[in-house]
């Protein structure tokens, strides 16, 4: 069955950028969405369409989709934006959906 | 703004079915573009996608677990429902309802479903 792959974790330094990537080989043919989730917490969709920012969302957040990897952005991370990020898209022909396996943001 | 609530048994026995409803409130579960999904998570462990229901009644599932799976809607209760048969202890999870359009934007808090005997 289809998959979403994305590194298990990504550690950066307070202001600096955070990249986290998520590659599946129908990415090309598929948005994907971002999710932050923090302990406790249900996920919150945080980019959607590769690209777009969901209004309440910080701008520091964003998106962008090359080939068969699309990649979630911080800019100037902050505390607060330690969490768990998944990205979720669907298999080529849209039958049903998948999520990464998730990527456990640390900031240092 | 629309809610989303499960609720259900937090024990199943293993080899019995799981049930499961979500209660949507602030709005109707037939209004827009809309579909209705089940997502669970073991814990400490990654998001899984069960399955989604339009409410034309049209559902997609998880390759992986379509053969357990039935999901359904009530149009007239504002409720969407997950039945998963014959559970083991894998299938203990938080288990999410949600709703869809483009991302899920609509989560409901999680329910915690133990498979044990």
């Known amino acids: 069955s289809y998959e979403l792959t994305q590194p298990p974790s990504v550690s950066v330094s307070p202001g600096q950028t955070a990249r986290i990537t998520c590659s599946g080989d129908?990415?090309?043919?598929?948005?994907a969405y971002w999710y932050q989730q923090k302990p406790g917490q249900a996920p919150v969709l945080v980019i959607y369409?590769?690209?777009e920012r969901p209004s309440g969302i910080p701008e520091r957040f964003s998106g962008s989709s090359s080939g068969t990897t699309v990649t979630l952005t911080i800019s100037g991370v902050q505390a607060e934006d330690e969490a768990d990020y998944y990205c979720?898209?669907?298999?080529?022909?849209?039958?049903?959906?998948?999520f990464g396996g998730g990527t456990k943001l640390t900031v240092l | 703004q629309v809610q989303l609530q499960e609720s259900g048994p937090g024990l199943v026995k293993p080899s019995q079915t799981l049930s499961l409803t979500c209660t949507v409130s602030?709005?109707?579960?037939?209004?827009?573009?809309?579909?209705w999904s089940w997502i669970r998570q073991p814990a400490g462990k990654g998001l899984e996608w069960i399955g989604r229901?339009?409410?034309?009644?049209?559902?997609n599932y998880n390759p992986s677990l379509k053969s357990r799976v039935t999901i359904s809607v009530d149009t007239s209760k504002n409720q969407f429902s997950l039945k998963l048969s014959s559970v083991t202890a894998a299938d203990t999870a938080v288990y999410y309802c949600?709703?869809?359009?483009?991302?899920?934007?609509?989560w409901g808090q999680g329910t915690l479903v133990t498979v044990s005997s």
């Open positions: 229901i339009y409410t034309s009644g049209s559902t």
């Open positions: 949600a709703r869809g359009y483009s991302g899920y934007e609509e």
């Open positions: 602030g709005g109707s579960i037939s209004s827009g573009s809309y579909y």
């Open positions: 369409k590769d690209s």
């Open positions: 129908a990415l090309p043919k598929q948005y």
């Open positions: 979720q898209s669907a298999d080529s022909s849209g039958t049903y959906e998948v």
